[in-house]
């Protein structure tokens, strides 16, 4: 039930007792901290996961990979709830304050994401800002 | 008006509606979140960037770099406010703390600087704290 | 008394007037920001460091290495207080909130601690929450 490559990037839920964790392997991985059991695995990429990173108190991940895309998912049913195609090359940084979100990528744009929260069943939504630059 | 090169590092300012970016290109530039523009770049660098993080309130820019300095702009003007050569190669990272800061390099140094807040036009000026070691 | 090789990580102390730095040649060192001078060298691992991180209110710190070890160390004597070997090879990743740590491996192995705080001459010790995964 673990990884399968090396792990790149691992983030403690600001809510629940979970911890993330995302891999070479393109997958996240969700993981009870009271008995170390894997609840979730969250595929859709196609390559390396670098980052991933809690949003909306903790019921939504975000996670930036190799394949260009930023994914946002949803904690409760490992459902991807947003692919953001703007990078054509590794998405190499984000930023995220509140409901804002940034990526820069090897492909020298960066994205700029906005969120509406709690829009929809208590988990909110992700919006591309502009065309990214 | 966008980076010629890859994206190492993206930032939101503390108070403004702004982000900065770093890229391989040498530079960082300044996006306004209201349209997405690039409204400043700073250039002064001769290597790829790879880290940019905001300093006193959002007044000021650091960036470290490939070519080994830790540089200081100011955010209206887009003007170089510092330059510490510390390092004589890559600055791999830095820690800030309210107006301390420290580096850390390919050639084994640490680098600590020491700002003065307020001094001139609202915006601080920092200064080596010690021959780096 | 300067790290030989380059340094990955630098970090203040939330408390103490210190910065902990990480490098390359296998040691972490202390510096005071007094006067700069290194005032602790703190060995144990066998091979370059990657990071380095102050808990427990600044008594102890944590340190995670290529070699594949996390281990924590006492500020005040720079004995390493634990060393945790769940990992086969590098370790890339590490989260820390409160009294809880999460480390993620290039062996593909997530390894969940747990601290308890105050036991023993006012600092924490750590142990492992369960097997990693």
Not at 67 to 87: M, N, P, S, Y
Request: charged share 20%.
């Amino acid at each position: 039930k673990g990884h399968r490559r090396g792990v790149w990037c691992v983030a403690f839920s600001p809510i629940d007792q979970v911890v993330a964790s995302a891999s070479g392997d393109a997958t996240i991985r969700l993981w009870n901290l009271k008995d170390f059991r894997a609840i979730r695995s969250f595929q859709g990429h196609s390559s390396a996961v670098l980052r991933v990173a809690f949003l909306a108190n903790g019921m939504q991940l975000m996670s930036s990979s190799v394949d260009g895309l930023l994914k946002l998912w949803h904690i409760r049913t490992a459902e991807c709830a947003g692919t953001f195609e703007e990078h054509s090359s590794k998405v190499w940084c984000v930023d995220i304050v509140g409901d804002r979100m940034v990526s820069g990528g090897a492909d020298s744009k960066i994205c700029p994401l906005s969120g509406m929260m709690g829009t929809q069943r208590g988990v909110g939504t992700w919006n591309k800002l502009y065309q990214s630059c």
